[in-house]
């Protein structure tokens, strides 16, 4: 008899089914060893060795020994938890409670029979380097934690903790609080036009783009000069100077990856990070979905096939590629999953699971999923000029030009492709609205290209102006972040990882650092004063965000095997331990125990 072990007793019936007789399944109920949580620091450093102290979990006392009486009744015993760095450890785990014996490391990215089976003709041992890997996260957050927390003493009782991740994702909401306090609005104007070919419809609206030869960069601020430009405009000849039609082409969003459907599920269905990771579990462990925790955004050709199967079922011949779509992976941490998320049966569609927040979520998934595979979209781009008082301003080079030059742009569909499906803003990049490192004064809806369609002219067509007004506005300050943004920014920067993310929302809104208004992060008066302290006191190390990145690399070079896990923590920890002395810590926790 041999025994599997995984993690959650929601797989145990079901991939109990899928083996059949000769196997028993049993579960250890997620994590069953951790760092204490009372006490002293529980790692301990020296000559360059890191040791840490794991105990039992007190919750864990009833699984473990349940699965040690069936190890010892079992010819073998199989270790099938999760897919993952977290997984791995957590077998690592379970084979140190269990005691000396033959451990087999079987790994699955999907509860189906046939993936399950696959695994078990493919047992290998436990990976050294994603355990180390795992553990040197861990070391790390209890160090940091250990060490600079109680340097917050300092600004009050309140401030209860810092994190290595955590305070970084504070630090930029934090920072945006303050960009948005000190902003302050600039009222302006634009020169807006509406203008047609007589006989030649429809008319379009275009607005000033250059004066007296040269581009408008300065917004106009004086409202009489723009009221005398409107007036002297109207009373002047205007005719096309160009205008350009162009294809464009716009390829299908890859299929999702952790980070992009909790983004993706935040905007288009309001779920916050946290309820979509519970929902992603229920999804995995009940067969719907591949393995949620991924970096990854390739498919399987098998899972290409099937797509590409179904959107040659479903829709007319244009809307299938000659050839597959390979999405690559961007990041070379990709080591959580080999897939993107996708159904595990695509031939249950987007309805299968019902109108429920789980069904949603498999709807987002499964349209994704099938989108990627479909054809581009594709539309029609139009830019046209109209000169206002053509010929009439005199140039230094003796050249002559029109003293104003107001444009239009137009976007007109002419395929829809996989949008036909999965929408026009199945991106989440297209509602993500945050724009890390953007001015202030910066207005993006100016930058938007309009639905109208546009009229072909030629060159020197006259136009007549039917209306031409100045449209106030006022500059905006930059947008607060809302979860998917600052997830979206975290992940740009290679800060934390995907799986975390809901974790970091969850404990910088619990502590009371953050509050969540209407969907938007505010950082309270508290979360402001953290920061600061944490800027002031341990920049060039935790809180500093390309320290973190780099700290992130590093961390996933353990689990590829091209770094040593206790240089990277030991480096790391006595880091910071320098500035926490600095900072008030009194003593060194970081010494061996004597």
């Known amino acids: 008899m041999k025994l599997v072990i ?4 929601n797989k145990v019936r079901k991939i109990k089914d899928f083996l059949g007789a000769g196997y028993r399944v049993a579960a250890s109920f997620g994590h069953v060893r951790d760092l204490p949580v009372k006490g002293d620091l529980a790692v301990a450093f020296q000559d360059g060795k890191v040791s840490p102290t794991y105990e039992m979990l007190e919750r864990s006392s009833r699984a473990v020994n349940e699965l040690s009486g069936l190890a010892k009744q079992s010819e073998e015993v199989l270790l099938a938890t999760d897919p993952d760095r977290e997984g791995e450890a957590i077998a690592w785990h379970v084979s140190q409670l269990l005691g000396e014996r033959k451990y087999q490391r079987v790994v699955f990215h999907a509860v189906t029979k046939a993936a399950v089976q696959k695994a078990m003709e493919a047992p290998r041992p436990l990976d050294a380097r994603l355990v180390n890997a ?3 996260r861990r070391v790390l957050d209890r160090v940091v934690g250990w060490l600079v927390s109680p340097t917050l003493r300092r600004i009050g009782k309140a401030a209860k903790s810092a994190g290595r991740v955590q ?8 920072e945006r609080e303050r960009e948005i306090g000190k902003f302050k609005n600039v009222d ?19 607005k000033l783009v250059a004066w007296k030869g040269a581009p408008l960069n300065q917004r106009l601020k004086d ?8 007036a002297w405009c109207k009373a002047q000849r205007w005719e096309v100077l160009s205008c350009e039609r162009r294809d464009s082409s716009r390829n299908a969003p890859p299929p999702f990856s952790t980070a992009t459907v909790q983004q993706a599920a935040s905007v288009r269905l309001g779920f916050n990070p946290d309820v979509t990771m519970k929902l992603l579990q229920g999804l995995f462990e009940n067969g719907h979905i591949t393995y949620h925790r991924t970096d990854s955004t390739a498919l399987s050709p098998e899972a290409i096939a099937d797509a590409r199967q179904l959107i040659a079922k479903d829709f007319p011949p244009e809307y299938l590629p000659q050839d597959s779509i390979i999405h690559a992976t961007k990041s070379a941490n ?9 159904p595990t049966h695509p031939e249950k569609g987007p309805g299968a699971l019902g109108k429920g927040e789980e069904g949603k979520l498999y709807k987002l998934i499964w349209q994704r999923f099938i989108a990627c595979q479909m054809a581009a979209g594709r539309d029609q781009i139009t830019t046209l000029d109209a000169a206002c008082a053509p010929g009439e301003w005199k140039m230094p080079d003796g050249t002559m030009v029109p003293r104003g030059i107001f444009q239009a742009k137009g976007k007109v569909l002419v395929f829809d492709g996989w949008r036909r499906l999965a929408g026009e803003d199945a991106t989440e990049e297209a509602k993500v609205k945050a724009k890390p490192g953007e001015k202030p004064e910066a207005d993006a809806e100016e930058e938007e290209e309009s639905s109208d369609e546009l009229p072909m002219l030629n060159v020197g067509d006259e136009v007549k102006v039917l209306d031409l007004a100045v449209q106030k506005r006022s500059t905006k300050p930059p947008p607060r972040y809302t979860q998917a943004s600052l997830i979206k920014k975290l992940e740009k920067d290679g800060i934390g990882r995907p799986s975390t993310y809901a974790n970091i929302m969850r404990t910088i809104i619990d502590r009371g650092y953050v509050e969540e208004k209407k969907r938007k992060l505010h950082a309270t008066e508290l979360g402001q004063s953290v920061t600061d302290f944490l800027v002031r006191n341990f920049t060039g190390n935790f809180i500093d965000l390309n320290y973190t990145a780099r700290l992130e690399d590093d961390l996933d070079k353990i689990s590829r095997g091209e770094a040593d896990w206790e240089k990277v923590v030991t480096e790391a920890s006595f880091a910071v331990l320098k500035l926490a002395q600095r900072a008030g810590l009194r003593g060194n926790p970081l010494q061996p125990p004597p």
């Open 6 to 9: 995984v993690e959650s007793p």
């Open 134 to 136: 795992q553990q040197a």
């Open 167 to 174: 305070s970084v994702a504070l630090r930029l909401v934090a």
């Open 188 to 206: 302006y104007m634009i020169l807006a036009a509406k203008l047609e070919k007589p006989g030649t419809p429809p008319a379009f609206h275009a």
């Open 223 to 230: 409202p009489a000069l723009a009221e005398a430009a409107i």
């Open 334 to 342: 990709a080591q959580e999953a080999h897939e993107a998320i996708r």
